[in-house]
């Protein structure tokens, strides 16, 4: 008996060890029903996997949802009618614009202040072979442009098309009956609006205004917008592709989009020179910078034409000389128009033709183009065509036009 028990004894410890109570048991159904249903998901999900990796796809299987395009990229470019460069917002395209009357004399006109602002400059003789520049501005930010000069009716039919406010300091007699017929939005001198400086140097060409003033004067007389006649441009795009030069992006052979005709190029003009028959401080001399397709301007005399740049804040009534930092005049088109130009009745100011043709000369990504300038009205904007009497779109960014007179020449 006691062998017996003792036995009992250790079998009851064994199954206290193991769990399993008997080997020979048979699991319950319980347990079969969640082993087969576990195998069967284990299956399915590896042959799904096989099935995406392993076995290839049919054409139907390899299509794909198209993509919905951003807000971004599903917005449409808009470009500056005055300068042809892209816009960040579509509010800026009819901004007011502004026609700064800007002296170039050595008489203590230079260096101007905010004049790399411009998206288009006029340059003519005033007087005595000084040359000055109506130069055309939009949503201006520089902190001081200036200097301001007087008008010339000349200038003023350049001005027309851009539907500007007229910035002057006085003018001839049929510029100032025309600018205050009431067709034009007419400051100038104004000391609501503009500022003499103290640099002594200056002399009398030290009369300046500010982005915030010219805004404040839109605001007070009601002008919030301006119907820009530009030039017809090319889009960046299009620009980039007219190059010509070892920069070109996917180069072509041609610069005019409007015809396939090539004998009419210059190809990789480096080096400008436009004669004025003035002094050598008035004949400008451009220089092609392959890196940022900008023509770099400077004068016979060999001296650069340097201007302020000023920040981009409200400094106030202050001498540039005080505040900002000089910067090289870089356009991105030069333009050379010969025009017919004489004396005027006085004997000392110039009489220039703007109503009319005559030729022209289109520099822009580093090539040149002899055309010709055509102009009906003052309302009208100035179109430049090619030998074929196709237009000729101008590459984005800064334009600088001089008018040559045709005793003048242009060398390149």
Known sequence: MAEELIVKTEKKDEDKLWPVENSNKKPSKKW?????????????????????????KTESENLSFPEIPSQKSNKEKIYSNLTGEELADASLKNAPTFCIQTPNGTDGARPQAGLTEAGVVFEAIAEAGITRFAAIYQNPTSAIIGPIRSLRIYYLEWDTPFDCTIVHAGGSGDALAAVSSGRYRDLTENYAYMYRGTYQNRRWNNLFTTS?????????????SSDV?????????ESAKSRIDEL????????????????????????????LASSANYNPIYIYNADTNTYARSYASAMSH???????????????????????VNPS????????????????????????????YIFQNGTAIKGSWHKSTREDQIKFLDSNNQEIPLAPGQTFITAVPTYGSVEY
Do not use: W
């Open 32 to 56: 079969l029903i969640f082993l087969i249903i576990g195998c069967t998901f284990l299956i399915a999900g590896i042959g799904l996997i096989l099935t995406a990796f392993l076995i290839p």
């Open 212 to 224: 915030s003033y010219l805004k404040k004067y839109n605001s007070d007389h009601g002008y919030n």
């Open 229 to 237: 006649k530009g030039f017809t441009r090319l889009t960046p795009e």
């Open 248 to 275: 070109a992006t996917n180069k072509l052979e041609i610069t005019t989009p409007t015809t396939n005709n090539t004998s009419e190029l210059t190809a990789k003009v480096s080096n400008i020179r436009i004669n």
């Open 306 to 328: 340097d201007v302020y740049k000023c920040p981009n804040d409200d400094l106030g009534e202050k001498n540039p000389e005080d505040t900002c930092n000089l910067s090289n």
């Open 333 to 360: 088109v030069v333009i050379a128009m010969i025009v017919q130009e004489k004396r005027a009745s006085d004997n000392y100011h110039e009489d220039i033709t703007t109503i009319g043709s005559g030729d022209a």
